[in-house]
C-alpha cells in the first residue's frame, strides 16, 4: 500500500459518518435491540427454535446494516427504504460463512483442548466453577486461533455486500486482504472494544450506539484498505484468483 492508513484516520471518518446518519443509525439499532429482546422474552416457549431465528436474523440484519452504510458512504442522498430490505442470496452467503467459520474453530478447539488434557491428565474441570488458574493456558491458547481467524476474516461481510462475492470468495477475499496488516487490524478492535465498554458504562443505554459504531469503524476500514489495495493492484479479485490458483 502506498499510503498508509492509521486508526486514527479509521475513527474519525466513521465519527464523521456515524455523525452525519445519527438518525439511521439509531433507528436501525434499536430495531435490532427490540427483535432480539422479543425473541429473547419468547425464548421459553420457542425452545430451540429461538436460537434458529436470533441467528438468521442476525445475518439479515448485518447485511440490511452493511448495505444501508455502503449506500450512504458512495451516494449519501440517496439512500432508500429499498436499502434496508437485505439482499437474500448476500445473507445466505453469509450465514454459509458463519456456519464455516464455526465449524473450523469448533474443530480446532477440540484438538487443542485434546492435546492440552491428554499431555495433563491431573487436570479436571470443575463444572461449578470452570475458569480456574489450572485451566488459565488452555483458554489463552483457544483465545489465539479465535483472534487470529476474527482478524484475517472480519471483512467477510464487506465483500459479500459490496462487492457480492461468494461465501468461499469473500473468505479468500478478506484472508488476502488483511494479509501484512494483523496489527493494525488488532488495534482497530481493540478500539472497538474501547468503545463498546465506554457505551457499557453509560448505563448500558450507550450500547446503543457503540455497537453499530463498531461496524461501521470495520465499513470504514475495509474501504481505506481495498482503495489503497485498488491503487497498487488495480483489482483486488485479480490477486484473489492469483492465490486461489497457487
Known amino acids: 500500500m502506498d499510503r498508509e492508513i492509521t486508526v486514527k484516520d479509521v475513527f474519525m471518518d466513521s465519527w464523521q459518518l456515524a455523525k452525519d446518519n445519527i438518525i439511521v443509525l439509531l433507528g436501525l439499532t434499536v430495531v435490532q435491540f427490540a427483535v432480539i429482546f422479543t425473541i429473547s422474552l419468547l425464548a421459553p416457549a420457542l425452545g430451540n427454535l429461538s436460537g434458529l431465528l436470533l441467528s438468521l436474523f442476525d445475518a439479515f440484519y448485518t447485511v440490511a446494516f452493511y448495505q444501508v452504510f455502503f449506500k450512504l458512504i458512495d451516494d449519501p442522498k440517496d439512500a432508500s427504504f429499498p436499502d434496508v430490505v437485505p439482499n437474500l442470496v448476500k445473507a445466505f452467503n453469509f450465514l454459509l460463512v458463519k456456519l464455516i467459520i464455526s465449524l473450523v474453530l469448533v474443530f480446532l478447539i477440540a484438538v487443542i483442548s485434546s492435546v492440552y488434557f491428554f499431555n495433563t491428565p491431573h487436570i479436571e474441570i470443575d463444572q461449578e466453577n470452570p475458569f480456574t488458574w489450572d485451566l488459565l493456558p488452555i483458554f489463552i491458547l483457544i483465545s489465539i486461533p479465535i483472534t487470529?481467524?476474527?482478524?484475517?476474516?472480519?471483512?467477510?461481510?464487506?465483500?459479500?455486500?459490496?462487492?457480492?462475492?461468494?461465501?468461499?470468495?469473500?473468505i479468500s477475499q478478506s484472508w488476502t486482504l488483511t494479509k501484512g496488516h494483523f496489527w493494525f487490524i488488532l488495534?482497530?478492535?481493540?478500539?472497538?472494544?474501547?468503545?463498546?465498554?465506554?457505551?457499557?458504562?453509560?448505563?448500558?443505554?450507550?450500547?446503543?450506539?457503540?455497537?453499530?459504531?463498531?461496524?461501521?469503524?470495520?465499513i470504514i476500514a475495509y474501504r481505506h484498505m481495498v482503495n489503497n489495495y485498488a491503487d497498487e493492484e488495480e483489482i483486488l479479485l485479480d490477486e484473489v484468483e492469483k492465490n486461489d490458483g497457487n
Request: charged share 10%; with cysteine; glycine share 10%.
Open 187 to 218: 488495534r482497530l478492535f481493540l478500539l472497538m472494544l474501547g468503545v463498546n465498554i465506554l457505551g457499557a458504562m453509560a448505563l448500558g443505554l450507550g450500547t446503543l450506539f457503540s455497537v453499530p459504531f463498531s461496524s461501521i469503524i470495520l
Open 148 to 170: 487470529y481467524l476474527t482478524i484475517r476474516l472480519c471483512f467477510v461481510v464487506a465483500f459479500i455486500v459490496d462487492q457480492e462475492s461468494g461465501s468461499s470468495e469473500s
